[in-house]
């Protein structure tokens, strides 16, 4: 049966490669929808070669220019933030794919899984700032969040025919992002270009800083813990700089099953749409002459402190991992503007913690208010 999708977010590093996906598999996967924020251009190219029904551009100063581009295609044309959470709902949708960045995934996700719609969750800041609430939802309207996120795409097919109550413990592997064997010294004086050549991986510009700082690590345990339903005891971090496996699951017997592959973010995006089965495809097998060697390491809190801030965050828990995501993505864009150095996010995200109100218990209006609050003081130590 075909998927009809509705990728949020197509003109990002996700979004483009789950069009390649679509494309490689025409009998299997259809686009419903594509959605950006702000690039028009690709946007209007990516409608008039994979023929969507609705196209969302959440700018409103693109909306014109689009509507005219795609004027002779039988495509609805809408714009602002809006009508990217009303779209998702949309009855010949059968699949949404999170592929946009931020906290702006979370409330198409929640209209999405109420509308009982699949999701493939690339979008991991949306289970950061409300896991517990999102995956509830999701097992109240029987819905499947499936990860994109490699590490817990490869969580998952290690879970598969497992008892929940026989798992010990998680191992997530980083790959220590740019910057595994420079010292704090030079650290602190890395610029963006630097940190945005990502070793193993090629992405977006927030998550490759995230992964240069670790902080895509710390949010990637709090994604597992709410994905998984595991304690913030289970999950431990592993560093493995060549990126081939891709996460580990040990049970209660002490054996370990992990999934290796390439680093093709194409293949858990595959195995998110294509779920329950697993299609063909001409993606590069691994190779193992080329990999003599797998390594693992600890992290460095002590170079790395944001993994530290995750994990406090995680522990302390109520709307902590919101603010602190909040924080994040200011300090992240601070960087990426040359207006904060390396540690000078690490800062921005200490200081906004200590000053934001903390909520033991929240829902989703206190969610959106805490990231408005948090992103209000974080932006006072810009
Ligand atoms: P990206 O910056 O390349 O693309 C982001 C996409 O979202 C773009 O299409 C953009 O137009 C859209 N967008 C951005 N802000 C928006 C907003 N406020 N409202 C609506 N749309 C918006 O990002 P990416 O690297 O593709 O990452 C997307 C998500 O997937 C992130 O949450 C990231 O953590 C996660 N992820 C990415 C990778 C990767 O390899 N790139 C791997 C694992 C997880
Ligand atoms: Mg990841």
């Known amino acids: 049966m075909m998927k009809r999708i509705a990728i949020l977010g197509s003109t990002g590093s996700i979004g483009k490669q789950a069009l390649e996906v679509v ?35 959440s700018d409103v100063i693109h909306l014109d220019t689009v509507k005219r581009a795609l004027s002779s295609l039988p495509v609805t044309v809408l714009g602002g933030q809006e009508a990217l959470e009303d779209v998702v709902t949309g009855e010949r949708v059968d699949m949404v794919l999170a592929a946009m960045v931020g906290f702006a995934g979370l409330l198409p996700v929640v209209r999405a899984i109420k509308a009982g719609k699949q999701i493939a969750l690339a979008n991991k800041e949306t289970l950061v700032v409300a896991g517990e609430l999102v995956t509830a939802l999701a097992r109240e309207y029987q819905v499947d969040l499936l990860p994109v996120d490699s590490e817990h795409s490869a969580i998952f097919q290690c879970l598969k025919g497992e008892q929940h109550a026989e798992i010990e413990k998680v191992y997530i592997t980083a790959s220590g992002g740019p910057f595994r064997n420079l010292d704090a010294v030079i650290l602190a004086e890395v610029t963006r270009h630097e940190a945005l050549k990502h070793p193993t991986w090629n992405m977006g510009a927030k998550i490759s800083i995230d992964s240069a700082t670790l902080m895509n690590k710390g949010l990637e345990v709090i994604e597992a813990r709410w994905l998984f339903n595991l304690r913030p005891d289970q999950i431990d971090v592993i560093v493995h700089p060549q990126s081939i496996v891709h996460s580990l699951v040990q049970y209660c017997d002490g054996s370990i099953k992990a999934q290796l592959g390439l680093p093709d973010m194409r293949l858990p995006i595959l195995y998110a749409m294509s779920y329950p089965k697993r299609l063909n495809s001409l993606f590069p097998r691994f190779h193992f002459p080329d990999y003599p060697n797998l390594t693992f390491e600890a992290p460095d809190p002590a170079r790395f402190p944001n993994l530290s801030i995750a994990l406090g965050a995680m522990r302390r828990g109520g709307n902590m991992p919101c603010v602190m995501n909040a924080a994040n993505e200011v ?52």
């Open 331 to 382: 300090a992240v864009d601070a960087f990426l503007h040359d207006r904060t150095g390396f540690y000078g996010m690490t800062e921005i995200i200490e200081k906004t913690i200590r000053q934001a109100t903390f909520l033991q218990e929240a829902g989703l209006t206190d969610y959106i208010e805490s990231d408005r609050e948090a992103r209000i003081i974080a932006q006072s130590f810009v």
């Open 23 to 57: 494309a490689n598999h025409p009998d299997d996967f259809a686009v419903e929808i594509l959605t950006a924020k702000s690039n028009f251009k690709l946007l209007i190219e990516q409608a008039a070669r994979f023929h969507p029904s609705t196209v969302v551009i």
